[in-house]
C-alpha cells in the first residue's frame, strides 16, 4: 500500500513529469542537432569538372560546396596537363555539401616505361608484350632470314632501342623480323564493320601494315566503322608479309552496317559467284554462236530469230 501512496504522490508525479519533459527536450535537441548536421533535406547539384584544369578549380566558387580529392592520374598526350578526365561522383548528382568529389586527371609529368627485350620473340609474343606496357605498334618490317615472323630488331624513331630503355608510354615501336625460307603468304583479314582499333590490332596479328586511312562522312572516330578495304578479304587471295591494308571508314550513326556485313556472308557469295558463272557460261554460247554464223556465207533471218 505504501508503494502505491508514493507512486500517487505529488512529489513523485512532479519529479516524474519532470523526467519526461527533459527526455522530451533532449530527444528534440539531438534531432535537431542530427538535422543541422547532416543538412537534411539539403542538397547541392555536383557540377561537371571534365575538362577542367585541375589548377584552375580554385577559381570557381565550390570550395564551401565541396572538397576535392586527387585519387589518380593518367598519361594522355592529346589533352593538356592536368586536365580533369573523370569525376565520382559524377555530374548532375545531389549530395550533401561538404561532399569529396574524387578527380582523376591527365598526369602533369609523362608516364614512362621500360622498354622490353623482344628479340627472338614471336610477332604475337612482342604483340602482347608491347600492349601490355602501353606502347603502340609501329611498322612491321620483313626481311629475308630463316626464322619466320621472329623479332630480329626493335626499332625507336628509326634508330634500334635497347631493352630496359626508358620511353614515354604510347610511344610506337617498329620491329623488324623474319620473312622465312618458303615466302608465306598470307590471307587478308575480313575487316568490314569493325572500329579503327578492332581493325589495326587484327591487321597487326596477321603480319600486315596499315596504309592509308580515309574517313568519309564523319569526324567522330567513335562511330567509325570499317566501310571498304584495300586489299579485299577474297577467298584464295593471298598477300605477302608485311604488306600494307588501306582502310576506308563511314560512321554507324549514317549507315546500315548489318546489311552490308549480311551481304559478304559466304552463303551470298556463292549465290553470287554462281550466278556469274552462268553469266559468264551464256556469254561464252553467244560468243560461238555468233562465231559459227559468221563463218557461213548467208544468215538464216528465221534461225537468228529462233
Not at 50 to 76: A, P, R
Not at 81 to 97: A, H, L
Request: a neutral charge; proline letters at 4%; aromatic letters at 10%.
Amino acid at each position: 500500500m505504501r508503494f502505491f501512496r508514493f507512486i500517487f504522490s505529488k512529489i513523485f508525479l512532479k519529479n516524474f513529469a519532470i523526467c519526461v519533459l527533459i527526455t522530451l527536450l533532449l530527444i528534440f535537441l539531438v534531432f535537431k542537432f542530427l538535422n543541422i548536421y547532416t543538412l537534411h533535406g539539403k542538397s547541392n547539384t555536383v557540377p561537371n569538372f571534365i575538362g577542367l584544369n585541375i589548377d584552375n578549380l580554385d577559381h570557381i566558387l565550390v570550395d564551401e560546396e565541396f572538397k576535392f580529392v586527387l585519387v589518380d592520374s593518367v598519361y594522355d598526350n592529346s589533352k593538356e596537363r592536368g586536365t580533369i578526365v573523370m569525376q565520382d561522383p559524377p555530374s548532375n548528382t545531389r549530395v550533401k555539401k561538404g561532399r569529396k568529389i574524387y578527380l582523376t586527371v591527365v598526369a602533369k609529368l609523362p608516364e614512362m616505361v621500360k622498354m622490353p627485350n623482344l628479340i627472338d620473340l614471336s610477332l604475337r609474343q612482342a604483340l602482347a608484350e608491347l600492349r601490355s606496357l602501353g606502347l603502340k605498334i609501329g611498322q612491321l618490317k620483313y626481311v629475308n632470314d630463316i626464322a619466320e615472323n621472329a623479332v630480329l630488331q626493335q626499332l625507336y624513331q628509326g634508330d634500334t632501342i635497347k631493352p630496359d630503355t626508358l620511353i614515354l608510354k604510347s610511344s610506337t615501336i617498329d620491329l623488324v623480323l623474319g620473312k622465312g625460307v618458303n615466302n608465306k603468304r598470307i590471307p587478308v583479314p575480313f575487316l568490314i564493320g569493325k572500329t579503327r582499333a578492332e581493325a589495326v590490332n587484327m591487321i597487326k596479328n596477321f603480319s600486315l601494315n596499315l596504309k592509308d586511312e580515309y574517313f568519309l562522312d564523319t569526324d567522330d572516330k567513335s562511330h567509325a566503322r570499317i566501310y571498304k578495304q584495300f586489299p579485299a578479304a577474297i577467298p584464295d587471295t593471298l598477300v605477302n608479309l608485311g604488306d600494307a591494308v588501306s582502310l576506308w571508314y563511314r560512321s554507324d550513326e549514317f549507315f546500315d552496317f548489318d546489311s552490308l556485313i549480311e551481304s559478304f556472308k559466304p552463303d551470298t557469295l556463292a549465290l553470287d559467284t554462281l550466278a556469274l558463272d552462268s553469266l559468264m557460261r551464256d556469254s561464252l554460247l553467244i560468243d560461238s554462236l555468233y562465231y559459227k554464223f559468221l563463218q557461213t556465207d548467208t544468215i538464216d533471218e528465221e534461225n537468228i530469230n529462233n
